[in-house]
């Protein structure tokens, strides 16, 4: 057996670990080049801020929806909705407010009847449109 030979012969290593580079090289640009094309990258900018809301219900048919804590966020993407009518209060709601609403800010919306029963949703919408999330619900006491 030749041993010398064995040693200094080294012509198929070459090829083989060209080849594994070829591939791996291959799969990282196909994922890259997948990942701008299917735009993955997007939704992650778009994730649901987390807030807190406090509801105080009067007995002027008012609840007083306020940002207690959490993350601040652009007023035009909150809404605040209702189960029954829903109207809006001394002009103060979340889009009158303006710029970001963060902890201490407050807005103001008046029933034409009663809240008794009602649930008041407070819906964060995403600046592009594609996602909404309910970020605080409240149940109106019942005052009959």
């Given at each position: 057996m030749?041993?010398?030979?064995?040693?200094?012969?080294?012509?198929a290593?070459?090829?083989?670990?060209?080849v594994?580079?070829?591939?791996?090289i291959?799969?990282?640009l196909a994922?890259?080049?997948g990942?701008?094309?299917?735009?993955?990258g997007?939704?992650?900018?778009q994730?649901?801020?987390?807030?807190?809301f406090?509801?105080?219900?009067d007995?002027?048919?008012?609840?007083?929806?306020?940002?207690?804590t959490?993350?601040?966020?652009?007023?035009s993407?909150?809404?605040?909705?209702s189960?029954?009518?829903f109207?809006?209060?001394?002009?103060?709601?979340?889009e009158?407010?303006?710029?970001?609403?963060?902890?201490?800010?407050s807005a103001?919306?008046?029933n034409?009847?009663?809240?008794?029963?009602?649930?008041?949703?407070?819906?964060?919408?995403?600046?592009?449109?594609?996602n909404?999330a309910?970020?605080?619900?409240?149940t109106a006491?019942?005052?009959?």
């Amino acid at each position: 057996m030749k041993l010398k030979q064995l040693f200094t012969d080294d012509s198929a290593v070459s090829p083989v670990i060209g080849v594994i580079l070829m591939v791996a090289i291959t799969v990282i640009l196909a994922a890259v080049i997948g990942t701008f094309v299917l735009n993955l990258g997007q939704g992650i900018q778009q994730s649901a801020p987390q807030a807190s809301f406090g509801f105080d219900y009067d007995d002027a048919d008012n609840v007083t929806i306020t940002h207690e804590t959490g993350d601040s966020i652009p007023s035009s993407e909150l809404n605040a909705t209702s189960s029954g009518s829903f109207e809006y209060a001394n002009s103060d709601t979340f889009e009158d407010v303006g710029g970001d609403i963060s902890a201490g800010d407050s807005a103001t919306y008046s029933n034409s009847g009663n809240w008794d029963g009602e649930t008041v949703r407070v819906v964060w919408t995403s600046e592009n449109g594609e996602n909404s999330a309910t970020l605080s619900e409240s149940t109106a006491p019942d005052n009959t």
